[in-house]
């Protein structure tokens, strides 16, 4: 690969004129550029750099699965802490010394998971003795005063060890995957309670619950994509995990609410989710990632198949036809999505598109 040095070497060698190597300095910037505005519009993440690294996850998965197995026999929070130690161990070396991604992304389900089970929720959902209570009712878990009787205290408390554990990982290993962890466990815990202390466990109340927590992660992935526009950085991995989290929440909010928490397509419902398609295509197309379309594909396929079935109640021929429309919409937003983003850019503030991904020249 030439550099400036080359140039000037080959200048001085009259190998090509002085003019010719300002040219040639001009064209490999601008094709720097391009390159740069190309990986940034493929929306790639560090996953894996070859087949070594799935055969590091296959085995963390045998060994894992082991881990698992030996500590649900013995059922032993200590056997559980151990477990989840093993992991850590494990992840000293995998991710942090040989940062490698899918091996690290199974090392992280696993620790959060032994996480979990090492803390001894039984104990601490056993309440103490109420002496005005009869004896057969004297024993009231705290939590479940406040919760009511059910799994949803258990729950509660698991999703929050679970966010913990994940900030743990990323804390000492600056994995952009425990970020998804550390969101979803919050997420959890927070609509459990939320829409019970709150909202009576009302169902369009935890929809819109569920709405304002993937605009929040969504505001905080964007708060990663906006601090590295050319997504050469682990940020863009951070923001990646996150998307990926928050366009389920937002479309499934959004679709629940236009269609009064049924998920069955009526005209007016079928109208509305294919609005908010819509909508979240322009998001997408303006913020370069794909997340949002990928989680609205089984609602807009809905709509198809509402559309179909008013014409035929043959349901082998909805479902092919369903997939084949499907399957062609994506492919054909996936062909014209480069050229998409320049005209959707091209109607943005200057200042806007500066703090956005690239857009590839034509």
Same mark, same amino acid.
Not at 48 to 63: K, S
Not at 259 to 280: E, G, H, K, Q, Y
Not at 325 to 337: D, T
């Given at each position: 690969m030439l550099d400036d040095d080359d140039l000037d070497a080959a200048v001085g060698a009259r190998i090509v004129t002085q003019a010719q190597a300002d040219t040639l300095r001009t064209f490999a910037a601008g094709r720097r550029k391009t390159g740069a505005a190309e990986r940034a519009d493929e929306e790639r993440f560090r996953f894996? +750099? #070859?087949?070594?690294?799935?055969?590091? @996850?296959? %085995? /963390?998965? =045998?060994?894992g699965a082991g881990l698992s197995i030996f500590a649900g026999i013995h059922d032993n929070p200590i056997v559980f802490g151990l477990a989840a130690v093993?992991?850590? #161990? !494990?992840?000293? =070396?995998? *991710?942090?010394?040989? +940062?490698?991604?899918?091996? #690290?992304? /199974?090392? &992280?389900?696993?620790?959060?998971?032994?996480? *979990?089970?090492?803390?001894?929720? @039984?104990?601490? =959902?056993?309440?103490?003795p109420n002496p005005l209570l009869p004896s057969a009712a004297s024993r009231l878990s705290l939590l479940n005063?406040?919760? #009511?009787? %059910?799994?949803?205290?258990?729950?509660?408390?698991? &999703?929050?060890?679970?966010?913990?554990?994940?900030?743990?990982?990323?804390?000492?290993? +600056?994995?952009?995957?425990?970020l998804l962890l550390v969101a979803g466990g919050a997420v959890i815990a927070l609509q459990l309670a939320a829409s019970h202390f709150l909202f009576n466990d009302s169902a369009v109340a935890r929809l819109a619950i569920l709405l304002l927590c993937g605009v929040a992660v969504f505001g905080v992935a964007m708060r990663f994509d906006l601090s590295d526009r050319l997504r050469a950085t682990r940020r863009?991995?951070?923001?990646?995990?996150?998307?990926?989290?928050?366009?389920?929440?937002? *479309?499934?909010?959004? *679709? %629940?609410?236009?269609?009064?928490?049924?998920? +069955?397509?009526?005209?007016?419902?079928?109208?509305?989710?294919?609005?908010?398609?819509? =909508?979240?295509?322009?998001?997408?197309?303006?913020?370069?990632r794909r997340a949002l379309l990928v989680s609205?594909?089984?609602?807009?396929?809905?709509?198809? &198949?509402?559309?179909?079935?008013? &014409?035929?109640?043959?349901?082998?021929?909805? !479902?092919?036809?369903?997939?084949?429309?499907?399957?062609?919409?994506?492919?054909?937003?996936?062909?014209?999505?480069?050229?998409?983003?320049?005209?959707?850019?091209?109607?943005?503030?200057?200042?806007? /598109?500066?703090r956005l991904p690239p857009v590839v020249p034509a």
């Open positions: 894996m +750099r #070859g087949f070594n690294d799935f055969f590091f @996850a296959i %085995g /963390v998965v =045998l060994f093993t992991m850590w #161990g !494990l992840a000293e =070396l995998l *991710v942090r010394r040989k +940062r490698l991604v899918l091996p #690290g992304i /199974v090392v &992280a389900l696993f620790f959060v998971s032994f996480a *979990v089970s090492a803390v001894p929720l @039984a104990n601490l =959902l056993a309440a103490a005063t406040f919760f #009511g009787n %059910g799994s949803m205290p258990v729950i509660a408390i698991k &999703a929050v060890i679970a966010s913990a554990a994940g900030a743990l990982f990323y804390a000492r290993f +600056r994995f952009p995957f425990a863009s991995d951070c923001a990646f995990w996150l998307h990926v989290l928050a366009a389920p929440m937002l *479309v499934h909010s959004l *679709v %629940g609410l236009v269609s009064n928490n049924t998920f +069955r397509p009526d005209t007016f419902a079928a109208i509305m989710i294919v609005v908010i398609a819509l =909508l979240l295509t322009i998001v997408a197309l303006i913020i370069d609205a594909l089984v609602y807009v396929g809905s709509v198809i &198949a509402y559309a179909l079935s008013n &014409a035929t109640l043959d349901r082998t021929f909805i !479902l092919i036809a369903t997939l084949v429309i499907l399957g062609a919409l994506v492919l054909a937003l996936g062909v014209g999505w480069t050229p998409l983003r320049r005209r959707v850019a091209s109607v943005l503030s200057l200042k806007l /598109v500066n």
